[in-house]
């Protein structure tokens, strides 16, 4: 098969691996729908029967049941071609849509949103290659929510969720740091088009749920304007309430610059508040479902929330191995404690920060409000002048080193 362009249609084929298989027939006999079927050589799926549906995941006692591939719908692996392999086919290249045509609203926030390291730049050198672009307005893909939970405490006043789209049979490859955008449907009070949302991606790259084709996003409420006004987010209210098994069109992906490194030995310096965590937990789950793979290197994450009750992913953090993850968390209006940010718990590990701050592998990432990026600048600057480093000198050469990602609204 060859190189595909972004406008093609795509889909997820399922495919069994003949290499690994072990013709066990536990699959054949577990297919609801009977969409697998075998000869004296191979086990193969019929692309225009499987739904799926990963009946057949759980009982395959080897793991050759799961694998996919992403095809042209019109050219997808017959049922002749599976039975005559004796391997699995390399995947195919998808041809990413340029960044040239990512639509000008949506390349103007990323402007904004990394002004700090004075627009965007290149991602880590190990960084996987991002696909961007691949759906738009005109052909957006169509995710299934598979769920949303509230990840605040009821009574907590900022109702934060996580959200899990299912893509099912339509191949939507993210990385960890990426965005996908979001449009509300119905009319702004201008009777145009709502303006598209993006949110960043907080599942890691194989999928909230490996093997399932699904996408975490991590949303807020919004019910106040900049002002503290009472205001109703379009767009997060519409994400918020949504329903499982709602449908909803999703443009994208976005994003080829905050990317993580994946060379052995890469650490990551994660500094975030609020929803800005999206990112951060996309890349911390990541590395934690690969930690026995990989030459571990370090995570130091500064965390800034209200308070606890209102800190995403507050639980699950708190339960990861203390070698695994240094965790400074920063709440700033936690009751009877005094006003703590992201900047101050630098301050406060100001040698950790400029050790990793020195070492060539790591590579630091900053996501979550605008207002925080100057403190958290000043911080830099101030631990950096404690150890004898010079910030404004070291700060270029984080950029053309491409180890400082900035991502800010
Ligand atoms: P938030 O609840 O408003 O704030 C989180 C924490 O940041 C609070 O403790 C807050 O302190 C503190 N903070 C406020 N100003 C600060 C400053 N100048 N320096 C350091 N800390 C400061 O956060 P949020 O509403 O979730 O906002 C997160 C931001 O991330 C939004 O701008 C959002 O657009 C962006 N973002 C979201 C996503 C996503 O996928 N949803 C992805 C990337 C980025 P106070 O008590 O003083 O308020």
Known sequence: MAAAAPSA?????HLIDPEVCIRCNTCEATCPIHAITHDSRNYVVDFAICNACNACLSPCPTGAIDHWRQVLKSTAYTLDEQLSWDSLPPPIELEPGSQAEV??????LTEIATAGQGGPASPPWSADHSYVNLYSLAKPAIATVAGNYRLTAEGASADIRHIVLDFGNTVFPVLEGQTLGIVPPGLDRNGRL???????VASPRDGERPGYNNVALTIKRVTADHEGKPAIGVGSNY???LAIGDQLKVVGPYGASFLMPNHPGSSLMMICTGTGSAPMRAMTERRRRRR???EAGELLLFFGARAEEELPYFGPLMKLPKEFIDINFAFSRAPNQPRKYVQDRIRERAEKVVQMLRDENCYVYLCGLKGMEEGVIDAFRAVCHEHGQNWDELKPELLAKSRLHIETY
Not at 103 to 108: A, F, L, Q
Not at 194 to 200: A, D, E
């Open 9 to 13: 249609e795509f889909s997820r084929q």
């Open 103 to 108: 639509p000008s609203e949506i390349r103007e």
């Open 194 to 200: 709502h303006f598209v949302r993006l949110y960043s």
């Open 239 to 241: 994400m918020c309430d």
């Open 292 to 294: 026995a793979l990989e």
